[in-house]
């Protein structure tokens, strides 16, 4: 019955007559209003200006709204400039990304010290965090004294050919260990800046957490380390387990 109705072109009109005021009629109540009085203003040239709605030549100015006793009602400020918008959305942004950065400094600093209840829970953590790099480096130095100790025939061979060119099997095995050698005394050298790096990480994040445990609150110690590495995860609540 309603589609037999929609369908007559006599019904289309009014349903399109209706649609068109419903949407007049949010439109007009989405739209502010300006508050009913007498404006009132001083324009560039000294003039006192009256009018029932905001005035156009005050746009700039402070206009007052005044009451029918002549009482102000209210005072309306001047329409801000492109650039004074632009400035005052620009201070919102910076208090709001302050706002978020207070907010995570929080959340770290309570998830520090959740995850680090006390000072040898972080001591385990840091002890755990070395071990892997400790280990890497016994390899290390294992390595280094086996190619140490091979090195020693082939020189003693080398000697015997002193004064003449070394037969390309002998002076291939020579450069193999020599390489090997180099590489390995490089990833020692890494592995002891690896270690400082780790401890100086948990140093940084243990004086944080000493203040906290004494009572300082949450998010009032300033930026959280984040450097990356052991104590950077711990402080993001993540495992430390491996830097």
Known sequence: MVGKFVRQPGARRLVALALCTWAVAAWS??????????????????????????????????????????????VVPPTPTAEERAAREAR?????????????????????MMRYPNEAAHLRARESALDSVRLAMRATEDRIKQLTAESKPLRTEAEF???????????????ANEAALEAQR??????A???DRI?????????????????????????????????????????TRQP
């Open 161 to 175: 050919y002193e004064g003449r060119s070394l037969p390309p099997q002998l002076r291939a095995a020579i450069d």
């Open 92 to 112: 919102e942004r910076a208090a709001a990304e302050a706002r978020a950065a207070q907010a995570d400094a929080v959340r770290r600093d309570r998830n520090l």
């Open 29 to 74: 109540q989405a739209t502010p209003k300006p508050p009913a009085g007498i404006y009132s203003c001083i324009d560039d040239k000294g003039r006192r200006i009256t009018a029932d709605r905001p005035i156009p030549e005050c746009a700039q100015r402070e206009q007052q709204v005044l009451n029918s006793d002549g009482s102000v009602r209210m």
């Open 193 to 195: 800046v690896e270690l």
């Open 199 to 239: 401890n100086r990480l948990y140093d940084t994040e243990l004086e944080r957490l000493r203040r906290l445990w004494a009572g300082a609150p949450p998010g009032t110690l300033g930026p959280v380390a984040v450097n990356g590495g052991a104590a950077g995860k711990s402080a993001r609540g993540g495992d």
């Open 186 to 191: 490089s990833a020692s050298a890494s592995q």
